[in-house]
């Protein structure tokens, strides 16, 4: 097996001007990126870190992100993505748990680097090292504490190469990522990439103009997407004339597609360049669809391509094709281990929470969460933890977070709040800005004059997401 480093080095050597990574400040060559990633590496080694160690990369969604990434990998670390934009309460807790040997960027409380003193590092190789995990990505997690989702596949090439080919990356081929780099797809897709010798296009800011404009001036093969960027550019002026013919294949993950949405971009890009993706980060079980195949089968989120999937009833026993019930996954050796939370096992298969069926040919559909997690924008958000820091307030006494459609984002977060005392939203908002990203505080804000959980601190949040969805008054 091929260590992530000389596999780089390997494709440096064989075409060293080739680009390798695109972003608003420029591109960075194929030589470029692993030289400029031995001198990271050097300055993160003389900080203190440790082939297996862990170090959390807390940058913007741009080159340095991923030549930080390569850096690590180069040390035998594990590298944990996270947003640069991360509240320091949430980060703190992050740090807590995972002890990571350093933290690239601003931390406070954790040993940090900014980037400097690297310029003066050599850029020769440095020894061979593998990482035995190649990414440690995180999660909210449904007690409103953060987890780690700890990779059990090694810093090697060709297995991840076999996944990302599966996924129809080609060998240098060009893949564009409009999503942030924190987030574990984009992370992996740009892993992918990189390691199949591909040019790799980051955003550090979303903009459907801008997107539109990159496929084009770059001719973008390969495309990352979830529904509420396919929306942005569908919607965009710029989009009907577009020139997308380079698209061979935009996968979208990460939450429901509507249906019309997905039917825009059929009939843009061709139905055999539009493919759908479902899997958790633990990646217990993948499965995909073609365009093709979804307009045989609207709805469906595909078949297995690695793992297996079962449909379990309340009793724990498989259902009949067309029953809904609880989705559950395996894999046929461990895919992953947990920092910080426990997997929902049923006879060795585990859940991620989702209700839904297959069909007679074994094609999965999904109805919705069965526990009260929240899609924004495509981005996993639980409520417990937005409750758990809305609760901190000294005004809240309790507290209920829903989530309420939104045609942009899927769903948009409601929070519905028992206070002491009198508190604007605006307070609200800026309590929980020290505390929370943005995509996970509340759009809106309601009062209630009753407590929201019982004695034995349970509440309905369906219910009450229900009720205002019937025109319960706020």
Not at 20 to 47: H, Y
Not at 204 to 224: C, E, K, M, N, S
Not at 318 to 339: D, H, K, N
Not at 404 to 413: H, I, R
């Amino acid at each position: 097996m091929t260590p992530f480093a000389d596999r780089l080095l390997a494709l440096a050597d064989a075409a060293p001007d080739a680009p390798a990574i695109t972003d608003s400040g420029g591109t960075l060559s194929r030589r470029e990126l692993d030289q400029l990633s031995n001198q990271w590496a050097r300055a993160l080694q003389a900080r203190g870190v440790q082939a297996q160690d862990i170090v959390s990369i807390c940058l913007p969604s741009d080159r340095r992100f991923l030549v930080a990434a390569w850096a690590v990998w180069k040390l035998g670390a594990t590298p944990q993505p996270l947003s640069s934009r991360i509240a320091p309460h949430e980060l703190r807790e992050i740090v807590e748990l995972t002890r990571p040997a350093i933290v690239i960027g601003d931390a406070p409380g954790a040993t940090t680097w900014d980037l400097t003193g690297a310029e003066g590092e050599s850029t020769d190789p440095l020894p061979t090292r593998v990482a035995q995990s190649w990414k440690a990505p995180t999660s909210g997690g449904s007690t409103g504490r953060p987890k780690v989702i700890l990779s059990t596949s090694a810093a090697v090439a060709e297995p991840l190469m076999a996944l990302g080919r599966l996924l129809r990356i080609a060998d240098e081929d060009v893949l564009l990522t409009p999503a942030p780099l924190h987030h574990n797809g984009p992370f992996l897709s740009a892993s992918l990439a990189m390691l199949l010798g591909g040019h790799v296009v980051v955003m550090d800011r979303f903009d459907p103009q801008r997107a539109l404009d990159l496929i084009t001036d770059h001719r973008v093969g390969w495309l990352y997407s979830v529904p509420t960027i396919m929306s942005r550019m569908a919607k965009h002026p710029a989009a009907p004339a577009a020139d997308l013919s380079s698209v061979h294949t935009m996968f979208h993950m990460a939450a429901p597609c509507a249906e019309w949405l997905k039917r825009w971009w059929i009939d843009k890009i061709g139905a055999e360049a539009v493919w759908e993706l479902y899997a958790g980060t633990e990646v217990q079980a993948i499965t995909t669809i073609s365009g093709t195949e979804w307009l045989e089968r609207p709805g469906s989120v595909g078949r297995p391509i690695s793992g297996e999937i079962t449909v379990l009833g309340e009793d724990g026993t498989p259902v009949q094709p067309g029953e809904l019930g609880e989705v559950f996954m395996r894999s046929a050796a461990p895919t992953y281990r947990y920092l910080g939370g426990t997997a929902r096992v049923v006879d060795g298969w585990e859940s991620l929470g989702d209700m839904g069926w297959t069909d007679a040919d074994g094609y999965l559909f999904l109805s919705d969460r069965k526990n009260d997690m929240v899609l924004v924008g495509g981005v996993n958000v639980y409520p417990a933890e937005v409750e758990s820091a809305l609760d901190a307030h000294p005004a809240v006494a309790t507290s209920c977070v829903i989530g309420l459609p939104d045609e942009d984002l899927g769903n948009v977060l409601h929070a519905i709040v028992q206070l002491s005392e009198q508190v604007d939203d605006e307070e609200l908002s800026a309590f929980l800005a020290e505390r929370l990203a943005p995509h996970k505080r509340p759009r809106t804000f309601e009062r209630s004059d009753s407590p929201l959980r019982d004695e034995a601190g349970k509440t309905r949040r369906s219910a009450l997401r229900e009720a205002r969805l019937n025109g319960v008054p706020a």
